[in-house]
């Protein structure tokens, strides 16, 4: 890289506080940037680990480069809440997996911070170019940063991510996966898991796609899911993909068959997929590239523009989601 640089690479913030472990949170990130510089058509990215990854991985330091080049944007992977070993139970994991909820909140947060140093900076870039990839988990973050920050995004890419947190991923009853997120079906238990937690994390739930999809009509998901999946089972997320497209949602699905498998990008039909900065090439190119056959962007203001409220129903309340200063989500009552 050239010595003109405009952006810290290794960075750290400080993110919404977690209620299973009150306080101050601090956050890493690590960013990239194009080596020609940031100009007026630069996008951000998000490239997001999977379960139990962390964010300056050789592997996602080299998806932020080779992304910053190919599709111009400033890349940004976050070590969201749970990265590393205390994502798993088996490794000492305390409390309940997050899923996706502050997760995603931790990665909107990264792109408020990222974009607050380019515009003090007196930067000028593409505001309707924000873009997110990622596999597994990072998969499943990427389709939740598409919903908690509706006005957002162009284009995701979701790579083997999780359908959802159904039964086998909170409970751990092993149906088409090996995945135990420790939650409780006991209300007494602190682990419990509400059914207002459950619908937030479910990106098909068909009000909120309603909702996403009259927020940001030219959001562009893209769904890239082994039909041999033994991690994150394929055919609730063959049913979610039916609830976002039934809902108005533009979702690239595709569920990876042998015929598939091209040996280069594609390697496998089960969890892997292949070469997932490969994977992101073959099947969102024409979304992300700057001069892309079908290259998406953004109609409206994003919510760090608009600086407002936007809520999801639950079903005794509501999610609210505030980006009038550093972004956060909350549930209200009633």
């Known amino acids: 890289?050239?010595?003109?640089?405009?952006?810290?690479?290794?960075?750290?913030f400080v993110a919404q506080e977690w209620p299973f472990e009150?306080?101050?949170?601090?956050?890493?990130?690590?960013?990239?940037?194009?080596?020609?510089?940031?100009?007026?058509?630069?996008?951000?990215?998000?490239c997001l680990h999977?379960?139990?990854g962390i964010y300056d991985e050789p592997r996602y330091r080299s998806w932020c480069r080779t992304f910053s080049e190919r599709y111009d944007v400033v890349t940004i992977s976050v070590n969201y809440l749970q990265s590393g070993a205390e994502a798993h139970?088996?490794?000492?994991?305390?409390?309940?997996?997050?899923?996706?909820?502050?997760?995603?909140?931790?990665?909107?947060?990264?792109?408020?911070?990222?974009?607050?140093?380019?515009?003090d900076q007196g930067l000028a870039f593409d505001e309707h170019r924000i873009y997110s990839m990622g596999g597994s988990g990072g998969g499943n973050v990427t389709q939740m940063v598409c919903k908690l920050a509706p006005h957002t995004f162009a284009c995701g890419v979701d790579i083997c991510g999780m359908p959802g947190l159904?039964?086998?991923?909170?409970?751990?009853t092993g149906e088409g996966t090996h995945i135990d997120a420790g939650y409780s079906r006991d209300p007494e238990d602190p682990r419990y898991l509400s059914s207002n937690m459950r619908r937030i994390r479910d990106f098909g739930d068909p009000e909120h796609c309603r909702l996403l999809a009259?927020?940001?009509?030219?959001?562009q998901m893209v769904i890239v899911h082994g039909t041999e999946d033994a991690t994150c089972p394929v055919v609730p997320k063959i049913e979610q993909f039916a609830?976002?497209?039934?809902?108005?949602?533009?979702?690239?699905?595709?569920?990876?068959?042998?015929?598939?498998?091209?040996?280069?990008?594609?390697?496998?039909?089960?969890?892997?997929?292949?070469r997932r900065e490969l994977v992101v090439m073959k099947y969102a190119d024409d979304y992300m590239l700057p001069n892309g056959r079908l290259a998406k962007r953004?109609?409206?203001?994003?919510?760090?523009?608009?600086?407002?409220?936007?809520?999801?129903?639950?079903?005794?309340?509501?999610?609210?989601?505030?980006?009038?200063?550093?972004?956060?989500?909350d549930y209200v009552a009633g």
Not at 1 to 12: A, F, G, Y
Not at 243 to 268: N, Q
Request: hydrophobic letters at 40%.
């Open 298 to 329: 953004t109609e409206q203001e994003n919510d760090f523009q608009r600086g407002a409220v936007f809520e999801y129903p639950g079903d005794d309340g509501r999610f609210v989601l505030s980006f009038q200063d550093y972004p956060t989500v």
């Open 166 to 172: 159904i039964d086998a991923f909170a409970f751990g």
């Open 1 to 12: 890289m050239s010595d003109d640089r405009r952006l810290v690479q290794d960075q750290e």
């Open 214 to 219: 009259e927020a940001n009509p030219a959001l």
């Open 243 to 274: 609830r976002m497209t039934a809902a108005g949602m533009h979702v690239d699905g595709r569920f990876i068959t042998t015929v598939d498998v091209d040996g280069y990008a594609v390697t496998t039909t089960g969890h892997a997929v292949g």
């Open 89 to 119: 139970k088996d490794k000492g994991r305390v409390h309940p997996y997050d899923f996706g909820y502050l997760q995603a909140m931790d990665c909107l947060g990264a792109l408020y911070h990222v974009r607050s140093q380019l515009i």
């Open 22 to 46: 009150p306080g101050k949170r601090m956050v890493k990130m690590w960013v990239d940037e194009p080596v020609a510089g940031i100009g007026e058509g630069t996008g951000l990215m998000l």
């Open 50 to 52: 999977n379960w139990g």
